[in-house]
């Protein structure tokens, strides 16, 4: 009977150490496989390698090659450094990414012996990749130059910009490679934003500038005659009541006639303009329009092109599954956006911007005291043309341009302001002699004619 009892306990020991053994032998084979699968993602072959070292960036094939190796590539540092991630709108401050910290699965032996490889292969193909988009951003922009000059956009017909709708479309193909560098290098993706800066910022200065001088040189400029008839503090002089009513008239009917030929001061795209026939007022309306569309996308674009929002959550991989280099289509660079929620991200789009367009707020502050020098009152058509713009960009993200055109208005208004306190101190200086109660008062002559343009200023939009 205890013989029986032995034997049994001897076979369900046996029983429970085979169970056991199963178990163990199915924990190391999930073991081996989860091994396999690590080592097969930090694999990367020698000829995947020589394609992010002499594969074309620009053919659409040997794009789509790159972004296909890059995407190992980020897998493989994903997984030695699962937590090499920083806020991309602090890139210097915070650090690095992708550092290859020896901490946690990066201090495996295994990946210890490819760390160094990925390390070189990615710092290589960021500083090929820094070469090639400072050329090509640079081909890119002056492309579009000299499509303007070939165009002859500003040759007599309404000016117009020819705006960077075309850089925009072909430099979107590289979307893709300036996300792999936003996660993968803080310091490399400010060097990039930098490449573009520059020749962006001298690209549209240069066009910003002859753009303006276009629109000036379709402008009229005021006669001596007009420029007395705009002010009250005109020399007194003894006429009769005939010969300033008639220069009053005189004045008048030129103005008409010019309001006429210029259809109340703005032209069709199809018409040609004859040379000083549109008010001032007019020519920076014209201008501005074209200025701020130009500014407006491009902002956009910067935002869209480097993965500045902060709504846009999508890393490196999941941007490239959205399809091939050729086939990710850019959004519309004309429409409204919400303002940006988060502060820091807002604050770098701000900042890059004004990067951009340091020389716009000197140039149209330029151009309006061209506009009102020899006439204040043009003043009142400019602000009314900036006022339609900026209840365009209330609560938007374009903070940038808001705060420019905010300033700037805020600033022609208070010379305004001060013009029209030295027309009333004129006015309530002026004394009238004895000698003087034939003829018309200065400030009466000039009164009608001066607030003339006011009506066509406020009304003719």
């Known amino acids: ?54 594969g074309s960036l620009e053919s659409p094939r040997g794009l789509e090659q790159v972004e296909h190796v890059l995407v190992s590539l980020y897998k493989a540092i994903k997984t030695i450094e699962p937590n090499s991630t920083i806020d991309s709108s602090s890139p ?50 002056m492309e579009i130059k000299k499509d303007g000059n070939n165009a002859q956009a500003n040759s007599g017909l309404r000016p117009r910009m020819v705006g960077l ?77 005939t010969s300033s009513l008639s220069a009053a008239r005189k004045l008048t009917v030129k103005k008409s006639i010019a309001r006429i030929r210029t259809g109340g001061g703005s032209f069709a795209g199809g018409e040609r303009p004859s040379t000083g026939i549109i008010n001032a007022y007019e020519a920076f309306a014209g201008a501005f329009g074209e200025i701020y569309q130009l500014v407006f996308k491009q902002q956009n674009f910067i935002v869209e092109f480097f993965h500045l929002s902060s709504r846009n959550t999508s890393d490196f ?8 280099p050729e086939t990710r289509r850019l959004g519309d660079l004309g429409g409204i956006r919400a303002v940006e929620p988060d502060k820091l991200k807002a604050k770098l789009i701000f900042e890059f911007m004004s990067q951009i367009f340091s020389f716009l707020m000197q140039e149209l502050q330029s151009m309006v005291e061209w506009a009102t020098l020899g006439d204040a009152t043009q003043g009142v058509g400019i602000m009314y043309a900036i006022e339609q ?46 000698k003087k109660r034939k003829g018309v008062i200065g400030f009466m002559r000039v009164f009608p004619v001066s607030t003339s343009p006011f009506p066509v200023l406020i009304f003719i939009h």
């Open 92 to 141: 210097r401050a915070i650090g690095r990414r992708g550092s290859f910290s020896d901490a946690g699965v990066g201090s495996m032996r295994a990946l210890q012996e490819r760390k160094e490889e990925y390390r070189n292969s990615c710092r290589a193909f960021l500083g090929r990749l820094r070469q090639f988009l400072n050329i090509k951003f640079q081909a890119e922009l």
């Open 389 to 434: 713009k900026l209840a365009t960009v209330d609560e938007t993200d374009q903070e940038f341009l808001a705060k420019m055109m905010q300033k700037l208005h805020d600033r022609l208004a208070g010379l305004f302001a001060l013009f029209l306190d030295e027309q009333v101190k004129v006015i309530e200086d002026t004394k009238v002699k004895i």
């Open 317 to 324: 991989v999941e941007f490239i599954s959205n399809g091939t």
């Open 165 to 241: 709708d075309k850089a925009y479309q072909n430099l979107w193909r590289f979307a893709g490679l300036i996300a792999f560098v936003r996660d993968v290098d803080g310091d490399d993706y400010v060097e990039i934003r930098k490449l573009y800066e520059k020749p962006a910022k001298q690209m549209i200065q240069d066009e910003i500038r002859d753009h303006v001088a276009a629109w000036k040189k379709i402008t009229k400029k005021p006669t001596p005659e007009e420029q007395e008839m705009l002010v009250f503090n005109a020399p007194e002089k003894e006429e009769s009541v």
């Open 1 to 54: 009977m205890s013989c029986g009892q032995s034997l049994n306990d001897d076979i369900a020991h046996i029983e429970n150490q085979s169970q056991g053994l199963q178990l163990q032998t199915a924990n190391q084979k999930t073991l081996q496989r989860e091994l396999q699968s690590l080592l097969d993602t930090i694999s990367i072959s020698s000829s995947e390698i020589d394609v992010l070292k002499h």
